[in-house]
């Protein structure tokens, strides 16, 4: 980048975050319509000016989908079940203990009874069922690993789709 350097906290245009990331800028723009949270802000003429709080965003999606292997879904579906401050702390080259706090809607997500032992944390609460921290299940795998394993489950799932596809084209071959 030729001129004066900037500053972490500095605005970017597309062209320098694009020498930073070392990813096109047709790339990122892209990425803009894949993921909401990506907002630079645009100025007159549209030109995009990212701030330290998308390039810490920006970062994470990269090295999500170029370090870890993930598809975009994987990594929508990371944005939406994680956070953004999850990507961006992966984007730092960190990994949070600690998944950044949701809002828990005892209706939607199961915290499970002490006498039913644990629940997946997905499961419909049953009528009656309190949602309480002190029911809540203790995860069985560490947040970090369980992005692994999602990854790794849909990269399983495409596969299994895919012999499936060439057993049926063999079958008709025959």
């Known amino acids: ?53 998308d390039m810490a ?18 990594v929508q579906k990371v ?16 990994q949070l203990d600690v998944l950044p706090p949701r809002t828990i809607d005892p209706e939607v997500l199961a915290l499970g009874a002490a006498a039913r032992g644990p629940v997946h944390p997905l499961s419909p609460l049953t009528p009656g069922e309190a949602a309480s921290p002190a029911t809540a299940p203790t995860p069985l795998v560490d947040p970090a690993n369980q992005v692994r394993l999602h990854a790794a ?7 299994e789709a895919i012999l499936a596809a060439a057993a049926a084209f063999q079958r008709r071959a025959l």
């Open 79 to 94: 944005l939406k079940d994680q956070g953004i401050a999850f990507v961006r702390a992966r984007g730092a080259g960190t």
């Open 57 to 74: 965003l920006l970062r994470g999606i990269r090295a999500l989908l170029q370090e870890d292997g993930y598809q975009l879904k994987g």
């Open 1 to 53: 980048m030729a001129g004066i350097e900037k500053g972490e906290q500095a605005f970017r245009t597309i062209t320098e975050v694009a020498e930073l990331l070392d990813v096109p800028a047709h790339v990122l723009r892209f990425w803009e319509g894949k993921f909401p949270q990506l907002r630079p802000l645009k100025r007159a003429g549209g030109r995009r000016h990212y701030r330290p709080e």
């Open 153 to 159: 489950l849909e990269k399983l799932e495409r596969a």
